[in-house]
């Protein structure tokens, strides 16, 4: 399975996608954008506000609450040079929740706009947070790969949160070929969003409306949240002939005991809200097989590598082998479970690198809510490992009938 799925060939996974069809704004009411319905080979479409009827009555569904920080900031040089700094991820204090709280200083790994033209020195700008003035200033105290590691450093009667708020600007995905507007600080929020810490917006959530929680309630669904910061690497293209070439970004993702309990009590099937969703449940299986083998492993070790889950043994039944055992889901998440009661811990802290390409077999998610993504990205890999390769007839499907496409366009609900 390995190899078959690292010598899948990208060119394999291309459609052509006008531009007029990339939707540049969503609709006015989000929960009126079109749903496609693939059911086991048949397609149909309907209203996305109809969503909850086509719902198991009772099934366990599962969000991903991260929110969207304003994490473009620009700097002018005394020399008039505009320098842009987008951040990536906290490195002091590391933890996403600190790092927001922290008052007067803080490191973040950053990806810098017109680096050339700021190679040292101290970078300093005045804002107004709440009426009143203070000196933000930012300066490189090392590199990482394509990233550079830059210490901030402000008045500090303000925490961090409250800077970005007033120097920041959201970053919207890179194909709309626009510049961020006032609307887009509501429109590119899910409306259940609660943790900061995306780069991007987990955009199969951006349809739901608070009616149509109510109604997927009413129906008698349950809903679990979790965490997965998503990264600027979601947009990162496939520039490799095969996929064994790219390398997929990691993510910091949480996950509360609370979800792994509701998880096992619906005997390990979740329907997953966006490809987030997917990564961090998929994730949970591999990190409790880590724990099979070594129940002694920690949180910070448990995080799952782009291609661990292929390169372990499986069985028919697409079940890891440890020690000539199945592990099974249920089995995976108890060990989950044993390590928080270990640490003492109500949450699971770690993170994924994982990749799912066709070849991919799931073990939690078995319906799967969705937006229509750019060719030849991880992401349209990620729906073909879910409908069995049956991709293309999907995406035929909504370039016929007017489906918007990417961020702010329609949505699907996929049942292999």
């Known amino acids: 399975m390995l190899t078959d799925s690292k010598h899948i060939k990208i060119v394999d996974y291309d459609y052509s996608l006008p531009e007029e069809r990339i939707a540049k704004h969503p609709i006015a009411q989000r ?33 991903n609450n991260t929110r969207v920080i304003q994490a473009r900031m620009h700097f002018r040089k005394e020399t008039g040079a505009l320098i842009e700094i987008f951040l990536m991820e906290p490195v002091r204090p590391a933890d996403y929740e600190r790092v927001f709280q922290s008052n007067g200083q803080c490191s973040w790994l950053c990806m810098v706009g017109n680096l050339k033209k700021w190679k040292d020195g101290r970078l300093k ?53 626009r510049e961020t507007q006032e609307s887009d600080k509501t429109d ?47 947009f990162k293209p496939v520039k490799s002939a095969e996929i064994a070439g790219h390398q997929m970004h990691s993510e910091y993702v949480v996950v509360r005991r609370h979800t792994l309990e509701r998880l096992i009590a619906h005997q390990s099937h979740a329907i997953a809200v966006g490809t987030t969703s997917v990564r961090t449940l998929e994730s949970l299986y591999y990190m409790g097989v880590k724990l099979e083998i070594n129940p002694d492993t920690t949180q910070h070790n448990l995080h799952v590598s782009q291609w661990e889950p292929y390169d372990l043994e499986h069985n028919e039944a697409g079940l890891v082998v440890v020690r000539n055992r199945a592990v099974s889901v249920e ?45 030849k990205s991880t992401l349209l ?16 499907y909504a370039l016929r009938h007017d489906f918007r496409f990417l961020s702010y366009g329609d949505s699907s609900l996929l049942i292999p």
């Not at 009126?32 to 569904?61: C, E, Q």
């Not at 409306?209 to 979790?226: K, N, Q, T």
């Not at 928080?340 to 809510?369: C, F, N, W």
Request: neutral net charge; contains cysteine.
């Open 31 to 63: 929960d009126r954008s079109k749903l496609l319905v693939y059911r086991k080979g048949t397609i149909t479409h309907d209203s996305f506000r109809n969503l909850p009827k086509y719902l198991p009555k009772g099934a366990l569904m599962v969000f």
């Open 125 to 177: 700008r005045i804002v107004d947070i709440k009426g009143t003035s203070a000196v933000l200033s930012a300066s490189i105290n090392g590199t990482s790969g394509s990233m550079q590691s830059i210490d901030f450093e402000w008045d500090g009667r303000f925490s961090f949160a409250e800077v970005l708020e007033a120097v920041g600007e959201l970053p919207i995905p890179p194909y709309l070929n």
């Open 188 to 234: 590119y929020q899910t409306v259940y969003s609660k943790i900061n810490g995306s780069v991007a917006a987990p955009t199969a959530g951006l349809h739901f409306s608070s009616e149509v929680l109510d109604a997927l309630d009413s129906r008698g669904i349950e809903r679990e949240e979790l965490t997965l910061h998503v990264g600027a690497g979601t």
């Open 331 to 375: 089995k995976s998440l108890r060990n989950l479970l044993n390590c928080l009661e270990r640490d003492g811990s109500e949450a699971l802290h770690s993170s994924t690198q994982i990749i799912i390409a066709p070849g991919y077999r799931y073990k939690i998610v078995d319906m799967l809510v969705t937006n229509f993504h750019q060719p």
């Open 381 to 396: 890999l990620l729906v073909s490992a879910f409908v069995k390769g049956d991709w293309r007839q999907i995406y035929n």
